[in-house]
């Protein structure tokens, strides 16, 4: 069982920069591929970003390719995300998620979720 908590959002005008951690106990993590998912009020929960196992394979959504970096520090046990150039329309609750054996890409493939953290970008 993997426990997955999420920590570093809050309120940013457009245009400014924050970093979100997800700490990660409970399992081998460096056997997991770990993302990054959102969801907006009214909208489904989708990948920002996704992260292998080994660090080495990355996978973003088009909407922040550029703009968002996610890493890991597998010796630490948490996942960042780094996310610049911050727009209103990044507004929504950011989700950490875990995955056995590989990325987590859709929400199916997800196996453990963080509580989620909120990200608010006002204009």
């Known amino acids: 069982q993997v426990q997955l908590v999420e920590s570093g959002g809050g309120l940013v005008q457009a245009g400014g920069s924050l970093r979100l951690s997800c700490a990660a106990s409970?399992?081998?993590?460096?056997?997991?591929?770990v993302g990054w998912f959102r969801q907006a009020p009214g909208k489904e929960r989708d990948l920002v970003a996704g992260l292998s196992g080994s660090g080495v394979v990355r996978h973003y959504a088009d909407s922040v390719r550029g703009r968002f970096t996610i890493s890991r520090d597998n010796a630490e046990n948490t996942v960042y995300l780094l996310m610049n150039s911050l727009k209103p329309e990044d507004t929504a609750v950011y989700y950490c998620?875990?995955?056995?054996?590989?990325?987590?890409?859709?929400?199916?493939?997800?196996?453990?979720w963080g509580q989620g953290t909120q990200v608010t970008v006002s204009s």
């Open positions: 409970g399992g081998t993590f460096s056997a997991y591929g």
């Open positions: 998620a875990a995955r056995s054996g590989g990325i987590p890409t859709m929400r199916s493939q997800v196996h453990y």
